[in-house]
């Protein structure tokens, strides 16, 4: 077997496992909550068991890691396939730490979910080792990309310690205004997640199923191929169709997209964007029709009895670890590296702008909580709304806007 296939089979074998350990988290907070006797015992029982699993798949993902590192012949962290995996093994690596110090089992089962969500997106894209471009090929690739994605890690496990003291806290049943406010940003908060998960799932239905259309549109006397994987509602701007394979009847895109959207993939990414936003309403549809109750109001009887000051201070404490590292990691040492390799520190690239409004987002957070005293909702929300900027970072900036840090392997 190659070293890559291998390394392949173990990133497969992580996945498998963790979905195990969400399971078993579930199982020790739901039988917290529907146990009548010796409900604690029953939590830290199957909470060590459900740690248990989840180290086990780090070590898998930890495995696959190295292997690729070995069979690629540099840091796997090269295009979305790349660096979306070794994030979401960060990810793990910072709740372990977070829950080797707190003891909280109800972390695993947001914070598990998190990176399971965000392997299943980088399995999206093609996962061919690539050979590194010459400006990539320094050490400093495995200094910056690693510390900036560790230091993310933290602030996902900030975002979900942060989103869990919201559901802990907010009043479903009060008519207030400001706590029907509060009640919305929950429930968008969920709905974002589940139109990520919406778009997960349809790109894998429609690749299982072989779905693809193809067009051809000339830009500068170049005839360039674009090919669809989702049915086209958008079509490439002034395009011609070589290729349609109908669905649900219909036989031709909706619409093209709008000229001043550049770039011969303009169109298939907001196709993308469309199709995301119809699988993530569809399916939270579903999920509000089985309920019968926004998600919110069902996920918060699951979190009586925790301590909503535990939760506030692990939000806090999460983001503390995360913030110098991501500092050093995509600020300072991707500073430098970019003087190498490129002859100056700054210059204003769509990812160093977002990069430092993560940074200043996140500055902003630490000298509110501080210096002002915000905790409690006001530091919950602030988290979260950091993570969005965040993933925006990572997703929107690679995805959508062209510059120097667009990943190989997007289109």
Not at 291 to 315: N, S, V
């Amino acid at each position: 077997m190659k070293l890559l296939d291998f390394s392949s089979m173990f990133f497969t074998i992580a996945f498998l496992v963790y979905c195990v350990a969400f399971i078993l988290y579930g199982v020790a907070v739901m039988g917290r909550v529907w146990r009548n006797r010796d409900p604690e015992q029953h939590m830290k029982k199957w909470g060590r068991l459900s740690f248990l699993v989840s180290t086990l798949g780090l070590v898998a993902h930890l495995i696959y890691f190295f292997t690729r590192w070995a069979g690629a012949g540099h840091i796997p962290v090269s295009n979305m396939f790349e660096f979306m995996s070794t994030l979401s093994m960060m990810i793990i690596i910072a709740f372990t730490v977070i829950f080797i110090i707190y003891r909280k089992t109800l972390l695993g089962l947001f914070a598990v979910p998190i990176a399971i969500i965000i392997m299943a997106y980088a399995a999206v894209f093609p996962q061919e080792a690539q050979p590194l471009i010459p400006s990539l090929q320094s050490w400093w690739l495995q200094v910056h990309v690693t510390m900036a994605a560790l230091g993310e890690s933290f602030f996902a496990i900030g975002f979900a310690a942060g989103f869990m003291y919201l559901l802990r806290t907010v009043d479903f049943n009060s008519k207030e205004k400001s706590d029907r406010r509060q009640q919305r940003g929950v429930e968008f908060t969920l709905l974002s997640i589940v139109v990520v998960i919406g778009f997960i799932a349809s790109v894998y239905a429609f690749r299982v199923g072989g779905y693809e259309s193809v067009f051809t549109q000339e830009q500068e006397s170049k005839v360039s191929r674009v090919e669809y994987k989702l049915p086209p509602i958008v079509a490439p701007y002034q395009s011609k169709v070589e290729s349609f394979q109908s669905f649900l009847g219909m036989k031709e895109p909706l619409f093209e997209a709008p000229s001043w959207m550049v770039g011969i993939n303009a169109g298939r990414k907001l196709n993308t964007i469309i199709w995301s936003v119809l699988a993530g309403l569809i399916l939270y549809a579903l999920i509000r029709l089985i309920l019968r109750k926004p998600l919110g109001r069902a996920i918060h009887p699951l979190l009586k009895g925790l301590d909503a000051d535990d939760l506030d201070e692990i939000t806090y404490r999460s983001i503390a670890i995360g913030f110098p590292i991501f500092t050093l990691g995509a600020l300072i040492f991707a500073m430098m590296w970019a003087q190498i390799a490129w002859g100056r520190f700054w210059g204003w690239d769509p990812k160093e702008v977002w990069a430092l409004i993560t940074w200043l987002f996140y500055s902003v957070y630490l000298h509110l909580r501080l210096s002002r005293g915000w905790q409690g909702k006001k530091s919950a929300w602030l988290a979260v709304l950091g993570f969005m900027i965040v993933m925006f970072t990572l997703v929107g900036v690679n995805l959508v806007i062209a510059g120097l840090h667009s990943y190989a392997g997007t289109n």
